[in-house]
Each structure stands twice: as C-alpha cells, then as structure tokens.
C-alpha cells in the first residue's frame, strides 16, 4: 500500500509510547484517516523494553501485522540505543526520532550505519518545564507528527485538546500543560 504511514516506537514500559501511539491512531481516526495503533510487549513489568506501531493512511488499511519497515522509528528512552537495534528494517527515506539532550554527532555511531534522517528532541527538558514531571511520550507524540507529515500541526493540536479534555476535564492544569509540552517539541525539535 502506498500512502500508508508506519511508524515504530521504543520505549520502556511506564514512560508512555504505547499511549502515544494509541493516542496517535485516536486523533488520526478523528481526522478522517484509516489507521492502527498497537503495542508488543513481553512481561510486563516497569522500565522493560516495549514496542508499538501505527499504520495511518487515508485508504483503508487490509494489513494486520507488525512492523518490519517502519518509515519512522521513535526512540523514547534514548538507553535502548545500547540494546534494541532500532534501526533494523528502517527505510533510508524515512527518519528516527531521539529523546535525547546529547548532540546528533553523539547518537549516529549508536544507529547502526543508518544513512537516513535523524531528529532529537529533549523530552525529558520539555516535560520538566511544562509538567513538572518527566513524562516523554508527549514531546516525542508531537515530534512524529511534525517529522511524518501525517496530519497538519493545527488540525493535530486541536484534536488532542479536545481529547485532553475529554480525559482530564478535572484537571485543567494537565490539559495546558501537555498543550505546552506538545508545541514545544513541535519547535525544538532538531534535524
């Protein structure tokens, strides 16, 4: 299928990729697109290695598998560098996204002699200061979207405000901040 968009992401277990990429598929199928959203994990436990997909595009979606050719990997623990091959089956038209604070020249040699692009973004700084607490998924949620082109940014952060409301209409105070936190990824984020 060609105007489908795969997307892979690592994470540990407790830090949120497999809400994101839920969340992900939640306003995708909101804008009209056909997608998918779902995680792989072994035990479960905290801080274990976890994997999720998402598949969106605007045609209906007949395949029912995991990932093998992402189109863009996102890597929300950046220590999965030393034990996950995140690279593996990663299109060179594509690109791999990093929660990291360390300078580009400083991930490559841990990609594996990938060729294709590489983006970093500070999550665990943008959370810090929009939430108080270190919660990546939503910094590296609004990164892919701004890497992969997959809806327009305005129609993406009107949908997840609206979804934020619906989930912490108590607690207005979250919504704003993830508000934040996803526009300010949306800026920083580094090619």
Same mark, same amino acid.
Not at 27 to 53: H, L
């Given at each position: 299928? %060609?105007?489908?968009?795969?997307?892979?992401?690592?994470?540990?277990?407790?830090?949120?990729?497999?809400? +994101?990429?839920? =969340?992900?598929?939640?306003? +995708?199928?909101?804008?009209?697109?056909?997608?998918?959203?779902?995680?792989?994990?072994?035990?479960?436990?905290?801080?274990?290695?976890?994997?999720?997909?998402?598949?969106?595009? &605007?045609?209906?979606?007949?395949?029912?598998? @995991?990932?093998? /050719?992402? &189109?863009?990997?996102?890597?929300?623990?950046?220590? =999965?560098?030393?034990?996950? /091959?995140?690279? %593996?089956?990663?299109?060179?038209?594509?690109?791999?996204?990093? @929660?990291?604070?360390?300078?580009?020249?400083?991930?490559?040699?841990?990609?594996?002699?990938?060729?294709?692009? =590489?983006?970093?973004? &500070? +999550?665990?700084?943008?959370?810090?200061?929009?939430?108080?607490?270190?919660?990546?998924?939503?910094?590296?949620?609004?990164?892919?979207?701004?890497?992969?082109?997959?809806? &327009?940014?305005?129609?993406? =952060? @009107?949908?997840?405000?609206?979804?934020? %409301?619906?989930?912490?209409?108590?607690?207005?105070?979250?919504?704003?901040? @993830?508000?934040? +936190?996803?526009?300010?990824?949306?800026?920083?984020?580094?090619?």
């Amino acid at each position: 299928m %060609k105007n489908i968009v795969e997307i892979r992401w690592h994470g540990r277990g407790g830090q949120g990729a497999k809400t +994101a990429a839920l =969340l992900l598929a939640d306003v +995708a199928f909101q804008t009209g697109k056909s997608v998918q959203g779902f995680p792989e994990y072994g035990p479960e436990r905290m801080g274990a290695p976890i994997t999720a997909y998402n598949r969106i595009s &605007d045609a209906p979606i007949r395949v029912h598998s @995991n990932i093998y /050719e992402p &189109d863009y990997v996102v890597v929300v623990d950046e220590s =999965l560098l030393e034990t996950v /091959e995140v690279t %593996k089956g990663l299109k060179k038209d594509g690109a791999i996204i990093v @929660n990291t604070g360390r300078s580009k020249e400083e991930i490559l040699p841990h990609l594996h002699g990938y060729e294709g692009q =590489l983006y970093t973004v &500070d +999550a665990h700084k943008i959370s810090m200061e929009t939430l108080g607490k270190y919660y990546p998924n939503m910094p590296m949620l609004a990164s892919v979207v701004k890497v992969s082109h997959v809806m &327009d940014e305005e129609t993406f =952060l @009107n949908e997840m405000r609206g979804s934020f %409301k619906h989930k912490f209409a108590r607690k207005p105070e979250v919504i704003e901040g @993830n508000m934040r +936190a996803l526009k300010m990824a949306m800026e920083v984020i580094e090619s």
